[in-house]
């Protein structure tokens, strides 16, 4: 029964995704609200008898006159008394969302896959699925965060400017530096707003500006790729998923898959050969280890050493990967919960 199930704090929850579920599973409408009405009736009764009698004897005598007489008295009474008292209440109740989720799940029960190691080879596009993971960001994703249009747009405007620099030497002259301050302004400026364009649209391909797309772990070498639409995020934050294990039901969307290329959703990128990919993001890896040695801060930050002299691992890991491991899918989800 839907009331015997535990209570979930949910996070995420696409309503028009849960009414047309809802709605098939009862072949019924979804009510928003109703009315309820309570009548309460108390009768009160009170029914009673009286009977009494009285009577007084008198006798006076005089030397004259002998006078006596009685006087006497009876009757009977009855009363009733009934009263009857009506109440009337009427209570307006509301339906949100979370309630037909509530009664999804025990409706959908017995079509509903819980994914595991085991069972999710044979995962098709259409099936319910309700597994616990995990989540993470996808590279992508946490790599575009941080370079947000205006956030590119300004450290190229920076460097440029770094770059350009009027020279001042003993013989300078005011004019001519102003003139070559304009021009390294205006420089500045062009690369900066060709910076953003570029930015811009990355983020548009990558659709950032409406999806959120996270790699929600549910077991070594098994991942849901979960892509949640901005909008529909109930806390304010959308990355609280990062924060925990939370539960996704939702709808399969692809087969599983091993090894996935992480370009696989880019309109474009997804022509690239994932070989090339692979490769090109280990020659970059290397190439920024070897940065790392050349440059002696660098080297002291990024390769700690003890006093043994002996390396310890760096502070964050510099690979970037070109494939999700293991076996993947994709998932439209429904609702996520604690």
């Given at each position: ?179 070559q301050w304009v021009v390294a302004e205006q420089e500045a400026t062009t690369k900066a ?146």
């Open positions: 029964m839907p009331g015997e199930q535990e209570p979930r704090v949910i996070v995420y929850q696409n309503a028009d995704f849960m009414g047309s579920l809802y709605q098939s599973a009862t072949n019924d409408g979804l009510p928003n609200s109703s009315e309820v009405e309570t009548t309460d009736t108390v009768d009160a009764s009170r029914t009673g008898t009286k009977t009494g009698k009285a009577g007084v004897n008198a006798s006076v005598t005089t030397p004259l006159v002998k006078l006596g007489g009685e006087l006497g008295g009876g009757g009977d009474s009855a009363t009733k008394d009934a009263r009857t008292w009506t109440q009337r209440q009427r209570v307006a109740m509301s339906r949100d969302i979370a309630l037909y989720l509530h009664n999804l799940h025990a409706l959908l029960d017995k079509s509903t896959r819980t994914v595991d190691s085991a069972t999710a080879g044979d995962l098709a596009p259409g099936d319910l699925v309700k597994f616990q993971g995990t989540f993470r960001q996808d590279p992508i994703s946490a790599l575009l965060d941080l370079c947000s249009p205006d956030a590119v747009a300004e450290v190229t405007r920076y460097t440029v400017r770094k770059a350009k620099l009027p020279k001042i030497d003993g013989d300078w002259d005011i004019e001519r530096v102003k003139a707003d060709l910076a953003r364009t570029v930015t811009s649209a990355l983020h548009t391909d990558f659709r950032r500006g409406t999806t959120t797309e996270f790699h929600c772990e549910i077991e070594t070498e098994l991942t849901a790729l979960v892509a949640c639409e901005a909008e529909h995020f109930v806390t304010a934050d959308p990355d609280r998923p990062l924060d925990g294990a939370f539960t996704v039901f939702g709808k399969v969307i692809t087969r599983p898959e091993r090894h996935v290329p992480i370009f696989r959703k880019n309109k474009f990128l997804h022509r690239m050969n994932n070989e090339w990919v692979d490769s090109l993001f280990s020659q970059l890896t290397v190439l920024m280890e070897r940065t790392a040695e050349s440059d002696e801060n660098m080297r002291k930050f990024l390769r700690l050493t003890n006093d043994d002299d002996r390396e310890t691992p760096p502070p964050f890991d510099l690979e970037f990967p070109a494939t999700i491991p293991g076996l993947s899918f994709t998932v439209l989800p429904i609702a996520i919960y604690a």
